[in-house]
């Protein structure tokens, strides 16, 4: 019984901690005024339950991160056309980038944090070299397209959080604009025909 009222409490505390991160990230006006006492008062958690959870900022964001981007992961791994298993290249590709664009739009400020949390290099992320691989190979499918490793690089730089949060804000391109840029963008590295604009 204790043991079932502590993991009762451990998720009970794990979904107050995400939500209360979730609105503290998206009200801000900078993801690095957010700090672990911020989150933990604003969960009615004390500090040292954030700590011993997730080892500090870096971890509880990674965490967070990872909790929303789980119905993405999920329509890309099982889910229907375009973005499944089964999608030609050419339309699951920038399927695939349309749906990171948008991730990153609602959830502009948690992406920044996470990709200006900690030492390691974003490049080095488990969700970017799962992006990374899965591009490659479909991109690897195309024939006469060279060098798809570099090419998926450079598609992926698209969809980062600090070139999304500057076109979003400082240069103020709406949400729709800025996926049909993706998209026409996406479609001349292809070599596919142009694309409709995203509905």
């Known amino acids: 019984m204790p043991e079932r009222r502590a993991r009762k409490d451990a998720v009970r505390n794990r979904a107050a901690v995400f939500a209360a991160a ?14 672990m006492a ?10 040292g339950t954030l700590f011993r959870a997730y080892g500090d900022r870096a971890g509880l964001i990674r965490a967070l991160y990872a909790a929303r981007l789980e119905p993405v992961e999920e329509a890309v791994a099982a889910g229907p056309l375009p973005l499944g ?45 799962r992006w990374h691989t899965l591009l490659r190979t479909m991109l690897e499918e195309l024939p006469g397209l060279p060098d798809s490793d570099f090419t998926a690089h450079a598609l992926l730089a698209a969809t980062r959080a600090d070139l999304v949060e500057h076109l979003a804000r400082g240069e103020r391109v709406p949400r729709e604009a800025m996926r049909s840029q993706l998209a026409g ?9 142009a694309p409709h604009d995203p509905a």
């Open 22 to 35: 979730d609105t503290l990230f998206t009200d801000c006006a900078s993801p690095d005024e957010v700090t």
């Open 38 to 47: 911020d989150i933990a008062a604003a969960a009615g958690v004390g500090k």
């Open 85 to 129: 298993p089964g999608t030609p290249p050419l339309q699951r590709v920038p399927a695939l980038l349309d749906a990171l664009l948008c991730f990153k739009l609602d959830n502009r400020h948690l992406a920044l944090a996470l990709e200006g949390s900690g030492s390691d290099s974003p490049y080095q992320a488990a969700h970017y070299e």
């Open 185 to 193: 963008f996406t479609a001349r590295v292809l070599g596919g025909p």
